[in-house]
Every structure is written in structure tokens, then in C-alpha cells.
């Protein structure tokens, strides 16, 4: 399946594709994601199947504690939309709230121990 995502302000946009619906998610309980409150994807997608476009110079990046995640964001509307693992670097997890179609509400959830790193 085909799946397109944004920021609020659709000056980042993203797609990928997944083997089958999504019907779950993760949530991380570090620090940073803690107070993000994001839904992520529960699987991984390597940088060659992720698809991002940006405008208006729109995607910026933090990073914290060993600077191996990447927590990418729009820096018009605020938005988180995915970031490189800490797990797998390079890799990707997107925030589900960003994907069409996608109610984060009624997906089933995961909790991973970010803290734990």
C-alpha cells in the first residue's frame, strides 16, 4: 500500500509504502518523545523507501544526548514528521498523525523504552 504524509502546512511532504494496512503504532517514552506525544510507525523504512520533498527551505532537525536520532520537523508550522533512529541510524519512523487516512485515536499502541538508551 501507498501512503502520503505532511506537515500542517504542506511545506514538508513525504510517501512511502507499506506491505499492509496500518493498524498500529509505537509510542517512545524518552524525554523528547514523551512530550511530543507522537504516534510513530511501528516498523522502519530505509532511506530509499522514503520519499521527502520540502519547500520554502521548511525541514530542520534536532538532535540531543548522543545526536544519533534525528527528530526532522517543519520549522513554518511546528510539526514533527518522522526521524532517523537511534536503533537502526539512518532508518526512519514516521508520525502517523502526519499519514492520510491515518487516526492515530483507534490504532493499536506500543510502548518502546527510549529511556532505556
Known amino acids: 500500500m501507498k501512503y502520503n504524509g505532511s506537515c500542517?502546512?504542506?511545506?514538508?511532504?513525504?510517501?512511502?509504502e507499506h506491505s499492509e494496512e496500518i493498524t498500529a503504532g509505537v509510542h517512545c517514552d524518552c524525554s523528547l518523545c514523551k512530550r511530543k506525544g507522537a504516534m510513530m510507525s511501528n516498523f522502519l523504512?530505509?532511506?530509499?523507501?522514503?520519499?521527502?520533498?520540502?519547500?520554502?527551505?521548511?525541514?530542520?532537525?534536532?538532535?540531543?544526548?548522543?545526536?544519533?536520532?534525528?527528530?526532522f520537523f517543519c520549522n513554518h508550522c511546528g510539526i514533527y514528521t518522522?526521524?532517523?533512529?537511534?536503533?537502526?541510524p539512518g532508518h526512519y519512523r514516521v508520525n502517523l498523525g502526519c499519514v492520510d487516512?491515518?487516526?492515530?485515536?483507534?490504532?493499536?499502541?506500543?510502548?518502546?523504552?527510549?529511556?532505556?538508551?
Open 101 to 117: 487516512g491515518i487516526n492515530t485515536l483507534i490504532l493499536n499502541e506500543e510502548i518502546i523504552e527510549g529511556s532505556k538508551f
Open 8 to 16: 500542517h502546512c504542506q511545506n514538508i511532504q513525504f510517501s512511502f
Open 45 to 71: 523504512l530505509s532511506p530509499d523507501s522514503i520519499t521527502i520533498e520540502t519547500k520554502n527551505d521548511s525541514l530542520s532537525v534536532y538532535e540531543f544526548g548522543t545526536n544519533v536520532a534525528k527528530h
Open 82 to 88: 518522522f526521524h532517523q533512529t537511534m536503533r537502526k
